[in-house]
C-alpha cells in the first residue's frame, strides 16, 4: 500500500477573533491556553488588505461565552465592537502530524500501530506483526519522514538465533545502506548493522560498567578481558577514556573484529596490538597509558584459557552474551590463578533472567561449600545481584537483562557453578 499523503488530510471550522494587528502579540498571550494550539500549525492568520489578525480559538470553544471567566474582557471588546468574531476554516496536512496519528490514520481500525522502533545510527529498526505486514512499506515511508535522524527503515524478519546474535532484516524505505556510523560514550563506532550485534539501548550500561570498573583510580594496572566483545563499546572505550588499563578484545563473529579495528581508526587509539596468535605476556603488554589487544576472531571458551596458559594477567572478565552468558562460564575450569601466581579475575556475566533465584540456583547448588569458603574468605554474602540493567535485547527471549559480578574462588573450579564466592554490588567491584 503506498502513502497517500492527502488521505490523512483534516478540515475542521473554528471560532476566531478578528482583532487590530497591533495587538495580536497581548491577544496570544492572554489566551494561549484557548489558542487552537496545533503542533507545527500558526495560531495566528493574516487578512490580506486590512490592519487586522485573526485569532484562532481551540477547537472546544464553539462560542465566545464558553471562553473561561478570566477572559471575559474579550466578550468586553467584541460588545464594543473592538473585536469581531468569526469563523475560520482549519486544514491541517500531513506535515501537521507526529507518525503514530498519521499511521492511525491510515491502517485498518483496530491495528496495532508500531509507533516506536530502535535505532542504531540513521537505520531505525521495526518489528513488524504479521498483521501489519501488509503495510510495511507504508509504515517505514511514515516513519521515515517523520523521523530527522532516521535515513534507512529496515524490519527484522527473524529472530536472534545466530551465535553472533544478529538477525535478518529487510529493508523497508530510505537509503538503501545499512552501515552505521554513531557515538557513544564520546567513541565513534562504524559497522555493517546486518553483520554484527549492536543494541543502542545498552549504552547505559556499557557506560555503567566502564565508570564502575575502569574510571575509578586503582593503585593495580586493570586488564579486562572483553570476551565477547562485538564490535567494542566495552573495549573501545575503556581504552579511550581511560590511563592504564589493558583490554584484551575477543569475539567469535570475524565481522564484529572487522568493525572493532574500524573503531581503532575513527578514535585514533594511540596503544592497540592486533594479534594473530597470543605470545606469552611480556613488556610491550604493559605500555605507557591503555592498551588495546584484538585477538583474532574466536571462541571465549578457548581465549580465557589462552590469555591464563600465556600468562597474560586478567582482573576482569566480561561476558556479554546474555543467552549463553552462564555457559561460557565453564572456561574457568582448571584454571589455578593462584597457582600460576595470577590475579583471580573479577567475572561479569550477563545473562536473561527473571529474576535472581533461577541463576542463583544453578550457582549455588554444586558450588555451596565453595560458596560459603568464599564469603568467608571475601566477608560478604554470596547470591547478591549487581544490578539490573534495563530491557533485553530486541525479540530477546526475556525482558530482563541482568548482570551478575562473581569474584573467582581460589584454586581450580572443577565443576559447574565453583566460580564464583560472591556477587558484588557496583561499589564492591575493585579488584
Ligand atoms: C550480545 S552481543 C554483545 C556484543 C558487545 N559486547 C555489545 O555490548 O554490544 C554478544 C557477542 O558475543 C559474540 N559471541 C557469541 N558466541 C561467542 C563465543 N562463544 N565466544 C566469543 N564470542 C561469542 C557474538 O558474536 C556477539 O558479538
Known sequence: MALDRSKVEERFEVLALEVPARRTGEFLKRLAPNLLNVARRKNVESLPDTASKLILLSRTVTDIESLPSDAAWVEELVSSGAVKVTKFEVTLGYEHFTAEEVLRKLLPAGMEIPSSFEQAGHVAHLNLRDSQLPYKHLIGQVILEKNKSVKTVVNKTGKIETEFRTFP???????????????????????????????????????????????????????????????????????????????????????????????????????????????????????????????????????????????????????????????????????????????????????????????????????????????????????????HSSGGAPGAQCGTHTAYVLRLLPGAPTHRGAYANRSATGEETEA
Request: charged fraction near 25%; hydrophobic fraction near 35%; glycine fraction near 8%.
Open 169 to 387: 532484516m529487510e529493508h523497508l524505505a530510505g537509503e538503501p545502506s545499512t552501515v552505521v556510523c554513531l557515538k557513544e560514550h564520546q567513541c565513534f563506532f562504524e559497522f555493517e548493522y546486518r553483520d554484527v550485534y549492536w543494541n543502542s539501548r545498552l549504552q547505559e550500561e556499557h557506560g555503567r560498567l566502564i565508570e564502575t570498573l575502569f574510571m575509578r583510580s586503582s593503585p593495580a594496572r586493570r586488564v579486562l578481558a572483553d570476551c565477547t566483545c562485538g564490535v567494542g563499546p566495552f573495549s573501545i572505550p575503556t581504552t579511550k577514556l581511560t590511563n592504564g588499563v589493558v583490554s584484551h578484545a575477543n569475539d567469535l563473529n570475524p565481522a564484529s573484529i572487522h568493525w572493532l579495528r574500524r573503531s581503532v581508526e575513527l578514535n585514533k587509539l594511540p596503544h592497540v596490538l592486533e594479534l594473530e596468535e597470543l605470545p606469552f605476556h611480556s613488556e610491550r603488554f604493559d605500555p605507557e597509558g591503555s592498551l588495546l589487544v584484538i585477538h583474532p576472531p574466536g571462541d571465549a571458551r578457548q581465549f580465557i584459557p589462552n590469555l591464563f596458559e600465556k600468562r597474560h594477567p586478567v582482573t576482569h572478565a566480561v561476558f556479554n552474551l546474555p543467552a549463553a552468558g552462564v555457559e561460557l562460564l565453564d572456561c574457568f575450569r582448571g584454571l589455578d590463578y593462584d597457582k600460576q601466581g595470577l590475579p583471580r579475575p573479577l567475572v561479569c556475566c550477563y545473562t536473561f533472567s527473571d529474576g535472581l533465584a533461577s541463576l542463583l540456583r544453578e550457582w549455588t547448588g554444586p558450588a555451596a561449600p565453595a560458596l560459603a569458603g568464599g564469603a568467608k574468605d571475601g566477608g560478604r554474602r554470596p547470591g547478591r545481584h549487581w544490578r
